[in-house]
């Protein structure tokens, strides 16, 4: 109970991070729904009038009668017969067979009865593949926003974020917080909401009649609710646009504490540009929340204004426009993915720097970069609409500025990589998830040039190219980093050390079974496999087939995980305080930190120097050398004491 009403951020993030990791599974569940049912499609086009002929016969063969193979085939082929011309060459067909066959005990039917079998046949056919439809429908689209709203928006920034940013900064706490536990309550709040849309969608799927008791359930719009659909479905639509709303508050609250905890809380002898990269990465990720979440919020509103109202905002009937709905969502949205990056970066950063036991390079290049790319963020949403009909204006200066971003990012790259050169790796399981970021990330980007090129966009659009695309960078990035900060701050989060082997098993497990995933989706979309589609022609199988395979050894590598986590807490070895050897603030202190977090507040040096920390095999783990250490801070323990 003591968990429900706590105020330490600490024991925040561990909230937040049973919540998120729990929606986490959920969406993964839908992620291998889908996967599943591309594996298997019930009836590709090319199958369907042979499972068609199969059903026909099957129905008049029930009434005790047999059919001519050649009769059915010109019933399902009737080429440019009239219906009078085709019954008159059935019966034909089927009076030639009878006289071929004189054995009385085999009746022949007769058109009409052949004709009625088809369309019988036809009818069970279209409902199969009609509820097959919507299952998938409804899968991808919460599979969508289940990832997007409630896993990977708040995954870093509230779980890891909360955890670490008073740590790092030195402080007892972040700057409010009671505000702070009101988040969480928003988010639970508002993954009530999710839960709401996904039971009533499962039990209408489960007891059809219940639809018509308590209304439509689940949802099928896409994770974007995209106008004009959204407003006419009979899905759940306005208790997730709810749920998203309610969310939007979590999000803004996180971030109003994160800015006001940098601003106030830094100690004495951190300046702005001594502060780990981690957070300036959380400082620009809240100045984006701050600003962008607000306009989601209103779309949403609007948009349930629409549907409960109709106003005619987004409804050309009602003289509205359905495209401002998409300039609205993308001018949120966009930014959002950066919410996902940003922080990603922020951890990437330490990780680099620590187990290449090199100061990072370019320290201010990379944080300014975070807010470059938090400011450019907010000019490119139109990039989601190149075919869209916009002008072409438009779509040349969305083009542009897109291609603009690959500016900052890039001076991510290079600096990581010039951090590594030289450096004294160490390829612990963070350190193989940070390189296994840039790999994907650097994937993801190049390939975001191609949809950014407006004329290579019109081929890719919609096609599995933008799902692989997304993919590699939402997931490949702040997957990727989420787990190497995991791994990297678990020591210090739970005290416990983790079985370093399984846990690089299960990082080779996630990074092959990842690529096998996502990367044939690249082929695939670029020769014209569309997205959200539960069906596709023969050509595409076998790519499908590879893809799914692949995510099934994403998904044993995230159990394992999952598993070694398990296994920390419940026979892992006491942690060091610092077993890294890093030198940000959060190792200053013992594993897991105390309520207060410190005893004396450390003084802040320069967070990438690692020149004062020695190995202690007896601990393994890494001690202050007080000897070593820099006359600059034992000047500055002294002034503190
Ligand atoms: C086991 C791993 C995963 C698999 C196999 C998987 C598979 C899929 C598939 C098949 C789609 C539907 C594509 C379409 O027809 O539009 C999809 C869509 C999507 N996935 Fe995943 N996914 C996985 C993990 C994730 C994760 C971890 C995230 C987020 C962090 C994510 C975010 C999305 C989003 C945003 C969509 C778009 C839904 C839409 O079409 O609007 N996926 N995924
Ligand atoms: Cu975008």
Redesign the pocket.
């Known amino acids: 109970m003591s968990w429900l009403f706590t105020l330490d951020h600490k024991r925040i993030g561990i909230l937040y991070m049973i919540a998120v990791l729990t929606f ?1 599974l959920v ?2 569940i839908f ?2 729904v ?2 599943v049912m ?1 594996a298997l499609p019930i009836a590709d086009a090319g199958n369907q009038m042979g499972m068609e002929m199969n059903d026909t016969r099957a129905i008049v063969h029930s009434q005790n009668a047999t059919v001519p193979d050649e009769a059915l085939n010109l019933i399902f082929n009737p080429g440019q017969r009239t219906p009078e011309e085709l019954q008159t060459d059935v019966e034909a067909v089927l009076t030639d067979t009878a006289a071929k066959n004189p054995n009385a005990n085999v009746p022949i039917v007769d058109y009409a009865q052949l004709n009625e079998a088809r369309t019988a046949a036809a009818g069970n056919y279209a409902t199969k593949l009609n509820n097959h439809n919507t299952l998938y429908n409804q899968s ?2 919460l ?2 926003a289940v ?2 709203f409630l ?2 928006i708040p995954a870093i920034p509230a779980i890891i974020g909360n955890f670490v940013l008073p740590l790092m900064l030195g402080a007892k706490d972040v700057a409010f917080p009671r505000l702070n536990l009101a988040s969480w309550y928003c988010y639970m709040g508002g993954a009530i909401f999710f839960i709401w849309v996904l039971g009533k969608g499962i039990m209408n799927y489960i007891v059809p009649t219940l639809e018509r008791v308590w209304g439509g359930g689940g949802l099928d719009t ?3 609710f995209y106008t004009p659909y959204s407003t006419e479905t009979n899905t759940a639509v306005v208790a997730a646009t709810g749920g998203a709303f309610i969310l939007g508050f979590s999000s803004i609250l996180t971030a109003v504490n994160f800015i006001a905890s940098i601003h106030m809380l830094r100690p004495k002898n951190m300046t702005w540009f001594r502060m780990p990269l981690m957070l300036w990465a959380l400082y620009a990720t809240a100045v984006i929340q701050i600003l962008a979440t607000p306009v989601l919020a209103i779309t949403l509103l609007l948009l349930i204004a629409e549907r409960v109202l109709h106003v005619g905002i987004f409804d050309p009937a009602l003289g509205g426009d359905p495209i401002l709905y998409q300039h609205f969502f993308w001018f949120y949205s966009h930014p959002a993915v950066y919410i996902m990056i940003l922080p990603a970066m922020g951890i990437v950063s330490e990780v680099i720097s620590v187990f290449s036991r090199k100061h990072i390079f370019g320290y201010a290049f990379i944080a300014c970069s975070s807010m470059a790319i938090a400011i450019l963020g907010f000019l490119v949403w139109g990039h989601h609409m190149f075919t869209s009909g916009q002008s072409e204006l438009l779509n040349a200066v969305f083009s542009i500025i897109t291609m603009l971003v690959a500016i900052p990012s890039a001076i991510k790259v290079f600096n990581w990589l010039t951090t590594m050169y030289n450096g004294s790796i160490r390829l612990d399981s963070p350190m193989l998830y940070a390189l296994g970021f840039i790999w994907l990330f650097t994937i993801g980007g190049l390939t975001g040039i191609y949809c950014a090129t407006l004329a290579v966009n019109i081929h890719i659009h919609d096609t ?1 190219f933008i ?1 692989a695309h ?2 590699y960078v ?2 490949g990035s ?2 990727f980093a989420f787990l190497a900060g995991m791994h990297y701050w678990w020591p210090k989060m739970f005290g416990k050390m983790y079985s370093e082997r399984w846990a690089q098993i299960g990082w080779f497990l996630v990074f092959v079974g990842f690529n096998v ?1 996502f990367f044939i989706q690249f082929i695939m979309g670029a020769l014209g496999m569309p ?3 539960a069906t596709y022609i023969d050509k595409y199988q076998i790519y499908h087939h590879i ?1 799914t395979g692949g ?1 099934l050894i ?2 044993v590598g995230l159990f394992l995980v999952l598993f070694v986590w398990i296994h920390s807490l419940l026979r892992g070895k006491q942690a060091p305080a610092n077993p890294w050897g890093a030198n940000s603030l959060e190792w200053h202190t013992v594993s897991p930190p105390p309520h207060a977090n410190f005893d004396h507040a450390p003084p802040a040096t320069d967070p990438y120097d690692y020149s004062h920390w020695r190995w202690k095999p007896e601990i393994e783990g890494y001690i202050l050398d007080e000897a070593s250490e820099p006359e600059e801070r034992q000047a500055m323990a002294h002034n503190d004491s």
Request: proline share 0%; glycine share 12%.
């Open positions: 986490f969406g993964g992620a291998i889908l996967r591309l991808f689209t599979h969508g990832m997007v896993f990977i896409g994770w974007t599995y799902v997304f993919h939402m997931v702040t997957l995933t997205r959200r589609y893809s995510s994403l998904t």
